[in-house]
């Protein structure tokens, strides 16, 4: 079965024509307001950005979305939940600040923002699913009670997933903390000896203080208490923690996947896709920084399928020219895997069909 998949293409813009007025295009001709029911209460799954990040999708495209969905009779709400690390976004207070700071207040988006597992994580919900390695997973509370759900994802690398798209918005974005957890728990930080200096970096941006460190010894990591956030490796100066990506990267990938099909779970006729793939950086909007996209600028996709519009999102980045990098100045057969060589993104594709999530058999319509 082949799913069809709306395309806005960047490169074939006629004079005179905006982002904005492709977005509304698109909205209109892929149908993704006829998922809508006159009073449904609509989720828009976004990612705000952590502090220090630009390149999220832009609360002024949102903006679009979230009109179309109120001429569509829906009441919309932004929403995404709390991470695992530190930062501007551990809990609902700070993290509707975060994006309210980068734009996406009531009077530019028109719309309320809710962190859909509530102050701290603690609004969720047992999700049944028939997966390998689980039966039930945990999603946002506020996800779970909404009628019907936009997830709008800005199309980019990731340090862990390979790629960031509709999928990994699904599977990490709809999660509380604790389900995060269960996603990361199988890469979980080690500590290299012989390059450990302990200058206590680590142990300072440790959120669950499970790190200790002694003078003159490695840094220990108390395994009980790590959540695998991933900070302690991104912040040690000398690469002295590392994850064991070569026996993690597979359970984590499924596990996500696993996650994104209980994400839609009870609303799957009404969850539609749409994907940014605009400043296409290699890191995820986690990140407190910005790096420079690693190729141009692609389009806006449109799908009711999250398989199908990821691997179109894919395809055609792939074909893209490459903006920097060694090996990277022309089409590359996986560009995310060129950036991140440990990881295996394009099993998010084939472990989500499997599992029954969509396809990867798509229809490209360029509107």
């Not at 919309?76 to 530190?86: A, M, R, V, W």
């Not at 999700?127 to 996800?143: E, M, Q, S, T």
């Not at 200058?199 to 395994?223: K, M």
């Amino acid at each position: 079965m082949t799913s069809n998949v709306y395309f806005a293409d960047f490169m074939q813009r006629t004079g005179g024509e905006s982002t904005i007025s492709m977005i509304d295009r698109l909205f209109t001709k892929s149908g993704c307001g006829s998922i809508i029911g006159e009073g449904d209460l609509v989720a828009v799954k976004i990612h705000f950005g952590e502090r220090g990040c630009d390149t999220y999708t832009s609360p002024v495209h949102v903006r679009r979305i979230v009109d179309a969905i109120r001429a569509a009779g829906g009441r919309p709400f932004l929403t995404d939940t709390n991470t695992l690390y530190s930062g501007g976004r551990r809990n609902a207070p700070d993290h509707i600040e975060t994006a309210i700071s980068h734009g996406f207040a009531y009077a530019v988006a028109d719309a309320p923002i809710i962190i859909a597992d509530g102050i701290s994580g603690g609004n969720t919900r047992e999700v049944k699913i028939p997966g390998k390695h689980f039966d039930r997973v945990l999603i946002a509370g506020d996800i779970v009670d909404a009628d019907a759900m936009i997830v709008v994802s800005h199309f980019k690398g990731h340090v862990v997933a390979g790629f960031g798209g509709a999928i990994k918005n699904l599977g990490m974005g709809c999660a509380p903390p604790a389900g995060k957890h269960e996603q990361h728990s199988v890469l979980q930080p080690v500590v290299l000896g012989d390059k450990c200096t302990a200058c206590g970096t680590c142990a300072a941006v440790c959120p669950e203080q499970a790190i200790s460190v002694n003078e003159g010894e490695p840094a220990r990591i108390t395994q009980e208490r790590c959540v695998s956030c991933g900070q302690c490796v991104d912040s040690c100066p000398e690469e002295a923690m590392v994850f064991d990506w070569e026996q993690g990267i597979t359970p984590f990938t499924e596990r996500m996947a696993e996650y994104a099909l209980g994400a839609v779970a009870g609303k799957r006729e009404k969850t539609a896709f749409i994907n940014f793939a605009i400043n296409i950086t290699p890191h995820c909007d986690c990140a407190p920084w910005s790096d420079p996209p690693i190729v141009p600028d692609v389009g806006v996709f449109a799908s009711c399928d999250p398989v199908a519009i990821d691997t179109a999102s894919l395809d055609l980045v792939n074909a893209q020219s490459g903006c920097r990098g060694e090996g990277n100045g022309g089409p590359c057969s996986d560009t995310f895997t060129d950036v991140w060589p440990h990881t295996n993104g394009e099993l998010q594709l084939f472990y989500a069909e499997t599992i029954g999530l969509g396809t990867r058999s798509y229809e490209l319509i360029r509107i």
